[in-house]
């Protein structure tokens, strides 16, 4: 039952590459991607896999920020936007 | 860049996405976001088919009623693609010697007379493919038959479709061919934002799609509309986070673009694949199903890339056909009015039988507003 | 031996005919019943109400991780009747095999058969072998009948079921449905994922003799998955069902897969899961007793009977709600 092919993207590793085409993982799940569209993809790389493509490479520290965004923002109390620009908004 | 980089996200074997997905974080998250709003509902229009299904798949409309509504915008690729162009698909389909590779969401879509399914059973030869890769690989195995890739999307999908012409001609695959139907989101967005019958406060702007423009391309967006633009992750606390940054920004008066998927979309975007792009493809005039024909909106292939265009080499031509009788999918896609507005919603128009763009992909604002039902 | 084919000869009533009835398929399913090839199987009086069920398995490949097509055929059929509560007396098994299939995959079908048949206790005791041409067949089909006797008078009573009735699930979505879309390899995917494929005889039978009329209703979560059946079950008892995300069962794999593909696991196939509706009081010895067998070591409740107009709901992990409604068809071929 496919739930929404065509705009998927997931986030994957890259395990194997040679050339332009990778294997890249997920949860133990294993499948072949093409890194054409990568700058200098490298084993270890988190990616963003959409169509059989590594279409972007995932941050894993911008991710961690976010992750700690979400628990600042829920954790504080009612509302207090501690500072909008603080965060992870408009990286530069 | 190849430095050893902290791994934050789970090396367990376990799915990244998980604490994306924690219960606790969104019960707080959505306490927040219902305590720090106590104006009308603010109305928040996605245009992008993965926040559509991720909001209804993870059921975010019903924790958020009365504070937020979500309104899915045309950010389906199938859902704005016109009856033309199925027409034109299926022509080719039934061409001798022709293959017809879709991704999947393509095949029930009808056109004025049939569906790539109706085709198929009428032999056809249509096949499901998950990359446009897959397709070149099909014509390269079989030589004599011509492989004509039906290339639907938006920004995300255009470098990958690109990137199978690019690969084609590198292997001297000269079967395979790309029928283009490829549009550009914010130019939609600007002028949905310009449109006096659409009212909405803010954009939920695309994941995947910012990935590869860039958060900036929404700065002129910002500037003309003085809309608050958050570009989102797919995942529910990425969209219920960025609805709380958007009410923020809403609470303080202020509009400008907020990047809340900083993990994968930069300012810039993905230059590479942009590069790609401008190599393949020219922009051009797009009819978008519900719309109309929006100036500059679309991706056509280049003329030196002439002989990957199926529309040139079959010389097959998208036409444009009116809208069907009763259907309110543009005003769905607008915003206007939600999914069960529509007289035909759930009535002449259903999943299995879908009269109007929005009711055939199930990236579609009606077919998720049918199939997870709640609040939508 | 090993490059023999079938011919268009084993299916016209000659030496040959005989020759695989007897030697290939009857020699391998070897029981009393089948014994004298009578034109029927004489399955002695039965104490108790008959239930009778029929399947036809298509399944593309025919060999799959944790199972094949014949494996299939027998579980499925097994299945059907002990979710109505009925022990399984006898099988009938028809195939049609398409001309120039390798014996050899007859032969490991017919083994496999063999073998869930002795797993679950019944016997193959009378059958049919056609062969068509070639290109008109995919190289094998399997119609499974099956005769059963139900226990202890219980029989499935959607109508009984009501507010503060629990829902269980015998364990994880999704399996089955995975193994066989992997196994035809065009996703590109490797996956560590096993079909489900397994006789739920032994599982749910001594739930049925513990629990009664406590268990209102029982189903395989065949095609259409948990989703379809559930709403089923909601229709049929006019009830609305509302399932908690968090606690369906799902392996790491299956998710993963599922998360690539762009899949609901709510809605692909299992072969060896069931869904129980029974009394909230007896829910959770229910689940103890099922998480005793092997298949049912996930076995879990995964919602509940609420008030309400007819339909399923989810509450998502992340505590929204939303309609599980019956899928549109899909893209995929078929899979069971």
């Known amino acids: 039952m496919s739930l929404y092919a065509m705009c998927l993207a997931i986030p994957a590793r890259i395990i194997e590459l040679s050339d332009q085409s990778a294997v890249v993982e997920i949860g133990g799940v294993t499948r072949e991607a093409s890194v054409m569209l990568l700058e200098d993809a490298a084993v270890g790389d988190w990616v963003l896999l959409h169509a059989g493509f590594a279409i972007e490479r995932l941050d894993p520290e911008e991710a961690e920020k976010t992750l700690a965004l979400f628990r600042e923002m829920a954790a504080a109390g009612p509302d207090a936007d501690p500072d909008p620009d603080a965060d992870a908004a408009e990286p530069q | 860049m190849p430095i050893p ?6 090396q367990n074997r376990s799915n ?4 994306f997905r924690d219960p606790a974080a969104a019960a707080a998250l959505i306490a927040k976001i219902r305590g720090s709003w106590d104006g009308p509902p603010v109305r928040i229009m996605e245009v992008c088919g993965t926040h559509t299904m991720a909001i209804a ?7 958020l009623q009365g504070v937020a509504k979500l309104i899915s915008g045309p950010g389906c690729p199938v859902c704005v693609t016109p009856d033309g162009y199925i027409d034109a698909a299926i022509a080719l389909a039934e061409a001798p010697g022709v ?11 009808p056109g004025t007379r049939a569906s790539l399914e109706r085709a198929r059973a009428g032999g056809a030869d249509v096949r499901i493919v998950y990359s446009p890769l897959d397709a070149v690989t099909l014509a390269s195995a079989d030589p004599a038959r011509e492989v004509v890739f039906l290339g639907v999307g938006f920004e995300t999908t255009a470098p990958t479709v690109a990137g199978s012409i690019i690969t084609a001609q590198a292997r001297g695959i000269a079967n395979y061919s790309v029928l283009p139907s490829l549009r550009t989101i914010p130019g939609a967005m600007a002028l949905l934002a310009a449109d006096p019958d659409v009212k909405i406060d803010a954009f939920l702007c695309p994941a995947n799609v910012s990935a590869i423009i860039g958060t900036d391309a929404y700065r002129p967006l910002v500037e003309v509309c003085g809309l608050p633009c958050v570009v989102a992750g797919f995942e529910p606390l990425d969209i219920l986070s960025s609805v709380l940054m958007i009410l923020r920004q809403i609470s303080a008066r202020t509009a400008r673009v907020e990047n809340e998927y900083s993990r994968v979309a930069t300012p810039a975007g993905n230059r590479k694949a942009q590069a790609l792009m401008a190599d393949v493809f020219e922009p051009c005039d797009a009819d978008w199903r519900g719309l109309g024909v929006l100036p500059g909106s679309g991706l056509g292939i280049a003329s030196k890339y002439a002989s ?15 809208e069907r009788p009763g259907c309110r999918c543009g005003e769905v896609l607008k915003g206007m009015i939600d999914p069960p507005e529509c007289p035909l919603f759930g009535n002449a128009c259903t999943p299995e039988s879908p009269v109007g763009a929005c009711m055939v992909s199930t990236e579609g604002a009606c077919a998720a507003a049918r199939r997870f039902g709640i609040g939508a | 031996m090993s490059d023999e084919v079938i ?11 005989r020759e695989l009835v007897e030697k290939t398929i009857a020699a391998r399913f070897a029981n009393p019943l089948l014994a004298p ?3 029927s199987a004489l399955l002695g009086e039965q104490a108790g109400e008959i239930a009778f069920t029929t399947d036809g398995y298509v399944v593309t490949p025919h060999f799959f991780p944790g199972g094949d097509i014949g494996r299939l055929a027998v579980c499925g059929t097994v299945n059907d009747l002990a979710v109505c509560g009925a022990r399984p007396v006898g099988l009938s098994c028809a195939f049609i095999l398409e001309e120039g299939l390798p014996l050899v995959s007859l032969e490991r079908v017919l083994d496999s058969m063999q073998a869930a048949a002795r797993e679950a206790g019944v016997a193959i005791v009378t059958g049919d072998t056609k062969v068509v041409e070639r290109g008109k067949g995919d190289g094998i089909f399997v119609t499974t009948s099956g005769v059963g006797v139900i226990r202890n008078g219980w029989r499935p009573r959607p109508e009984t079921v009501r ?4 829902v269980v699930l015998t364990g994880t979505m999704g399996d089955h449905h995975l193994a066989v879309l992997i196994a035809r390899n065009n996703l590109a995917i490797a996956a560590d994922i096993r079909s489900d494929a397994a006789p739920l005889n032994g599982l749910l039978l001594p739930a049925v003799d513990r629990f009664g009329g406590a268990i209102r209703v029982m189903r395989d979560a065949t095609r259409g998955g948990v989703g379809v059946t559930i709403n089923e079950l909601a229709h049929a008892g006019g009830v609305r069902i509302v399932l908690e995300e968090s606690r369906l069962p799902v392996s790491q794999t299956v998710s993963a897969v599922c998360e690539i593909l762009g899949f609901d696991p709510l809605f692909l196939a299992n072969e060896g899961k069931a869904l129980l509706i029974v009394d909230g009081s007896a829910a959770n010895d229910l689940v103890s007793l099922l998480a005793g067998h092997e298949f049912g070591r996930d076995a879990a409740i995964v919602g509940e009977v609420a008030d309400g107009p007819a339909g399923v709901l989810l509450r998502t992990r992340v505590g929204g709600l939303r309609a599980i409604d019956y899928p549109a068809g899909d893209a995929l071929p078929r899979i069971c």
Do not use: Q, Y
């Not at chain 2, 798949?57 to 924790?63: I, S």
């Open chain 2, 5 to 10: 980089i902290p791994m934050p996200m789970p």
């Open chain 2, 16 to 19: 990244p996405f998980e604490p």
């Open chain 2, 57 to 63: 798949r993870h059921g975010l409309r019903e924790p």
């Open chain 2, 99 to 109: 293959t017809i590779a879709t991704f999947g969401d393509m095949v029930r879509v």
């Open chain 2, 308 to 322: 990957f265009d199926a529309g040139r080499k079959f010389g097959v031509a998208v036409l444009s056909t009116p």
């Open chain 3, 7 to 17: 011919l268009l000869a084993h299916g016209e009533g000659g030496k040959r005919s």
């Open chain 3, 37 to 39: 090839l009578f034109d």
């Open chain 3, 163 to 166: 507010p503060g009735d629990r």
